[in-house]
């Protein structure tokens, strides 16, 4: 990451503590890594991401692919479930991660995000045995970009840790040049294999430590959080909080199928925690323990996959727009055939709606998957709860029986809120609060701020009543401490889009200033025209 991505995403962090949006989970007493809690300015925020989901999702869905009205019911399913759903799904045996120990520091970390600093094979002249085979130090990072950023704060540490003479002379994207007493050293910053952690763990240094000889080989780690369910706390007791919502999904079909009016194909949508016991929670919340997912499981005939798994990606592409993520930090990628799950290697594909985070820069982090999955959950759950054919879906107008083939987008609240806020964020110094958030309207937290000028001569009144008839359609805010300029500074920095003040001239014409938070622009619109203007501009959210 960019110095200056660095830097901007360390401002962000501050602004989500100083005004309300993100904080540490549990703060007072020193927080727990991976968990997040929304103050009152993100639990408005995520709560108008998952609001726009459900209303655009489930109550009112663009026509599909053939203009026809997508038929899409919503669900609210448990957390805890039945274990066998996770055996028959595969997160009971597959949802691992392979994890590295340090035996003397006891700190953890994910061998796929392990870096190391190689250098050119020039063992003997730096006196590093194995030249570039082992790095000479190692680092933990989610992408290149963040490896570089890390190197380029703590190399020189970690250089003297890892006990080589070697200086820094340079880094940057385009390599690091090391410096051996007067001799120049080329060193490259890469991905360090999972072979070579499983051949030869005591060649790599510790990222904690940069020791040798104290890494164990990696091992699979479940990332399932286990509980139990009942009086007794033994093997039988023992049940998982979901790592996904979409089982719930799979394990309701045919509830659904059975009760509601609903024809493949149709969709059946849910929001909702998932809980995932990540190795090396980081970013924020990117990549946290306990997350919120919004999924879609679209059932539909196999014939027909790739015609809708080609209108979901754009669709969804096309709804992350609508909110606000109007930037080229938005992009999509198609999964290369190898990175597909191995259900997913015959179907349709599957495809990443990205975002370029500050701390991704200048690569993207996931926001949202949407997947092919075959008929793979339904026919696992057909053969594990012992239904069988009685599984599969009959279409009447085709006289079939068969098991429904399945679109999944599946996106992060927690990752599409974090998207919006960098999004949202501008540096401008010419305002008093040196930051403005230019959240879409929909998205704000605040819709409106409603300000007496003084607080007196009858303004507070008029404010009041303003303030009770507006606050029952939107989120608004009445302000009446401070002088104007920093109330106005306050709802710049979460975001309002609009703010009316009450002065001594609405005493004589019943006007309002109105402010613009994107153009800083002042009208006067009578004060019985207040709730069409925010009508017209925001609509009924
Ligand atoms: N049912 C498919 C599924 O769960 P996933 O890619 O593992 O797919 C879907 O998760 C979305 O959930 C991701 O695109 C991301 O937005 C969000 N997500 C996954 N793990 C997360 C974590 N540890 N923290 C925050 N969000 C996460």
Redesign the pocket.
Known sequence: MAQESASKMDKIVALCRRRAFIFQSSEIYGGINGFWDYGPMGAELKRNLKNAWWKDIVQCPPPGPDGRILDMVGLDSTIIMNRRVWEASGHATGFNDPMVDDRETKQRFRADHLFGLFIEPIADAVGVSGGSQYPIVTLVASSAGEALELFEANGRKWLKDAGTAMKIASSDASGIVLENRGTPVKGTLAAVSGELLRSSPGQVPSPFSQKTGVLTEPRQFNLMFKTYVGALQDEDSMAYLR????QGIFANFRNVTDTCRVKVPFGMAQIGK?F?N?VT?RNF?????E?E?M?IEFFIHPDSANEWYAWWRDTRFAWWQSIGLTSSSLQMRSHDRDELAHYAKLGAGTS?IEYRFPFTDPGFG????V?HRTDFDLRQHAEFSGLGDKLKYFDQEKNERYFPHVI?P???A???TLALLCEAYYDDPNRPSGVVMKFHPRMAPIKAAIFPLVDKDGMPEIAQKLFSDLRRTWNVQMDVKQNIGKRYARMDEVGTPYCFTIDTQTLSDQTVTVRYRDTLAQERIGIDRVRSFLSDKIGGL
Do not use: K
């Open positions: 790592p996904e919502t979409a998932a995932r990540e929670p919340t990117f990549r946290s323990r997350f997912q999924e990443d996931e926001l949202e998957g997947a999944e599946s996106a992060g927690d990752r599409g």
